[in-house]
């Protein structure tokens, strides 16, 4: 059997079929048992091991391996916010008026605030902001705009 394992940083584009046709593929991770909680940078994810090389992006080294069921894999939407920051799945974004959170739901990506519910992700592209994500700032989700 072959061995199957994904190096994140050689991969530029996948195609996707459909509306979308080809973007590009990131993943970052959050450690779940990590004494220092922050969001990583995923290396290389080995799917017949079910492990995962992180790097700590803020100091640029690399972390270790770590199992599929110590982390939290947080994958790119492909959009970017007003900013051109890339928006990830689990970011804390918001507009003029509300503050909400990323999600894929169904089949595509969410803009959600418990007052409206879900928004397409595309649809508001051009005017929401990212401003934090829920593994390091949940608390944003719960400020008055």
Wanted: charged residues 30%; positive net charge; contains cysteine.
């Amino acid at each position: 059997m072959k061995k199957w394992v994904m190096e994140v940083n050689k991969i530029k584009t996948s195609t996707i079929y459909g509306v979308f046709g080809k973007r590009e593929i990131e993943f970052r991770a959050w450690p779940k048992r990590r004494r220092t909680k922050m969001i990583c940078k995923v290396v290389q994810i080995d799917f017949d091991v079910k492990r995962i090389l992180l790097l700590d992006i803020e100091r640029n080294i690399q972390l270790g391996w770590y199992g599929f069921d110590e982390i939290e894999l947080i994958q790119y939407t492909g959009f970017k916010d007003k900013n051109g920051v890339k928006i990830f799945e689990g970011d804390i974004v918001k507009t003029p008026t509300r503050k909400g959170k990323i999600q894929f739901i169904w089949s595509g990506w969410y803009f959600h605030t418990d007052k409206d519910g879900f928004v397409e992700l595309h649809d508001v592209t051009d005017i929401i902001e990212v401003i934090g994500n829920i593994y390091e700032n949940k608390e944003l989700l719960n400020e008055n705009n």
